[in-house]
T-cell receptor, first 114, second 115 residues
């Protein structure tokens, strides 16, 4: 049981390049999330998904796209990277347990855009 | 709207000192409250939770009590260790009257424990 995994762990992009971050979970959770973490700003929600084939915008969706073709995978895409997207990206899946919701996080992807 | 406010860090303590990290929230309805911990280079991990007023969550020597009257969920530990050095996030989950669901994190409080 690997939990939530993210690939890659590190990436450096030039402005204008594109990339896809992959998140996978083996806990059969319906809900999945993408966050970015920046110094002094905590976690900000980019996009989320409430089930296979669904996606929705979070707090800071501009410049990102997502897809949830399979329940276990949630992909985050950057079509044209900008320096403002330099951040640490975390994926999370969520368990509903006795009326509460607990989130499980991946180890993060550190992205630098030059 | 709903929000979570944490005390600003960093908090620096000596080993075996008493820890308090303050967290207050605003929310309509009856949110569930959480503390998450993030160790260096890792993702967040659930530390403890409470689902209703007066509930006390506890784990690994940490405790927090859901206080509806003061809308607070302060994290405490009686004797911290160097290994507790991390960033601590307070969070809430709530369902609005219209049925939408949200999960809100505070900005995090960095704790540094010195030997």
């Amino acid at each position: 049981n690997a939990g939530v995994t993210q690939t890659p762990k590190f990436r450096v992009l030039k402005t204008g390049q594109s990339m896809t971050l992959l998140c996978a979970q083996d806990m059969n959770h319906e809900y999945m999330y993408w966050y970015r973490q920046d110094p002094g700003m905590g976690l900000r929600l980019i996009h989320y998904s409430v089930g296979e084939g669904t996606t929705a915008k979070g707090e800071v969706p501009d410049g990102y796209n997502v897809s949830r073709l399979k329940k276990q995978n949630f992909l985050l895409g950057l079509e044209s990277a900008a320096p403002s997207q330099t951040s640490v990206y975390f994926c999370a899946s969520e368990r509903s347990w006795r009326g509460t919701y607990e989130q499980y996080f991946g180890p993060g992807t550190r992205l630098t855009v030059t | 709207g709903d929000s979570v406010t944490q005390m600003e860090g960093p908090v620096t303590l000596s080993e075996e000192a008493f820890l308090t990290i303050n967290c207050t929230y605003t929310a309509t309805g009856y949110p569930s409250l959480f503390w998450y911990v993030q160790y260096p280079g890792e993702g967040l991990q659930l530390l403890l939770k409470a689902t209703k007023a007066d509930d006390k969550g506890s784990n690994k020597g940490f405790e927090a009590t859901y206080r509806k009257e003061t809308t607070s969920f302060h994290l405490e530990k009686g004797s911290v260790q160097v290994s507790d050095s991390a960033v601590y996030f307070c969070a809430l989950s709530a369902t609005t009257t219209s049925g939408t669901y949200k999960y809100i994190f505070g900005t995090g409080t960095r704790l540094k424990v010195l030997a």
